[in-house]
């Protein structure tokens, strides 16, 4: 399970995985919201058979869920603006600049969002990335923690402030600029950062476009803030859930570096219900141990990895499982919609391992699978040489001493039973069906580039949620966990090569 760096325990029900919510439509929208007239349901082709895992009986049971899809960049962007709508109680803002970077004589555009409550709270919870080499918003964050109050996160794009020259001194200087615009204690206000690795913040440009930041702040909808803390991501990413008489309201930014470890990417997650400081803490842990903690895109742990909740404590709170259940719901959707918008992803790989010895053993199986490069390779060619998934489970079990049996081990792609009894099971026919599955699962093509060699994504939106399915049962126990992942391709070697330049 996950822990608070303040060493508070989690003692919560992360409440399953995933698909938990198939009896209900998994895409469960709040009392007077719909889905945009665009944005169309589907259900998932064939439902999986429900896992027995180590947090009980079927908790990550039923994939016969309804899923989206969007026919047009507009019916995204308008079902975006139902989920988007503010909390009572929260204010947001953003802002951009240029700037000449330090390190290298070239304009570049940095991005200042302002999330703010009307009043401090002392109800806030925060999760961070366990990197040796901690980004300076990160190391004061830890220490924000223990703090009576928070009032304002401050998040710049383009930088990461990871270890450059005065790093937490430049961040806690930019927060106490903002901290005074806003009237509040430089204690209150916590500083986020992402982007380029060891290059040092632009303090006093950030400082002069405070003023404006501040001006925007509007209590209507968060999706300027989801817009303004991307960086490579080809959309922003909203998702809410109406619970009790509030709501919970999350946006995340994230495309590439993705191996979480505790948390994941930056993850901003405001509700106005006013549960108490320590139950929030432990609704958040369980609700990241459950979701963020099972997505990988390439097995890099970002140093600035923050997942934060803030609640305004504006409405009654709900029962504490109703809270924990919309929370984790938002940060599974969250989760998802981060791998689906992953750097130059063209599948989203769903993996179900069960069978396990225990939960963490089913979660590397599944990340070995995952974050496999043959592996994704074929799957972004829609090549189904599934005898790559089973070198991935071999390779792992080799390497950590899990003693398999062969003839225990049932690996399923699409529904279809590819291998058991200590055989693959294919012929032609199966072929066939295994190519299917994935184009179906295919997001978009790759376009081929004018000039010959930088691939770009030709849509910035999801067509649909669909994913390529593979369950693998181990035969070794109960454990059992859900990982997601992508595939590899041309967009995401142009996408990191160029990344600076």
Known sequence: MGKWINGV??????SGGWFREATQGRRELGAGESPHAGARELNRSGPSPALTGSRGEGWMAGMASTLLTFDTREAHRSWLETQARLPLGFRVATTRFE?????????????LTLLALEEPTPSFAAMFTRNAFPGAPVIIGRERLGEPRLAAILVNNKIS??????????AERVAAAAAELLRLEPREVLPSSTGVIGWRLPTDAMIAALPELVRGLQPLTVLPAAEGITTTDLYPKVRRAAVGQGSIVGIAKGAGMIEPNLATMLVFLLTDLAVPRQELRAALSGAVEASFQNITVDSDTSTS?????????????????QFREALARVCRD???????????????????VRGAPDLQAAREVGKSIANSPLVQCAVNGNDPN?????????????????????GRVVLRMGGETIFRDGAMRLDADME??????????????????????TFRPP??????????????????????????GGDRSHEYITENADYRS
């Open 9 to 14: 325990s989690n003692s919560g029900d992360p």
């Open 99 to 111: 700037f000449t970077p330090a390190e290298v004589a070239k304009t570049a555009r940095m991005g």
């Open 161 to 170: 402030n990871v270890c450059a020259p005065g790093g937490v001194l430049a």
């Open 305 to 321: 990895d923050t997942v934060v909740l803030l609640s305004s404590m504006r409405q009654p709170a709900p029962e504490p499982r």
């Open 334 to 352: 969250l989760a998802e919609d981060v791998v689906r918008n992953g750097e130059g992803v063209h599948h989203v790989v769903h993996v179900v």
């Open 386 to 406: 599934v005898g790559r998934l089973l070198a991935a489970v071999g390779k792992h079990a080799g390497r950590s001493g899990m003693a398999l049996d062969p």
């Open 432 to 453: 066939r069906k295994l190519h299917a599955q994935l184009k179906d699962a295919e997001l978009y093509a790759s376009v081929a580039p004018k000039d010959g060699f």
């Open 459 to 484: 849509l910035d939106f999801p067509r649909h949620e669909r994913a390529v399915e593979i369950e693998l049962d181990l035969g070794l126990g109960d454990g059992a966990c859900e990982v997601l």
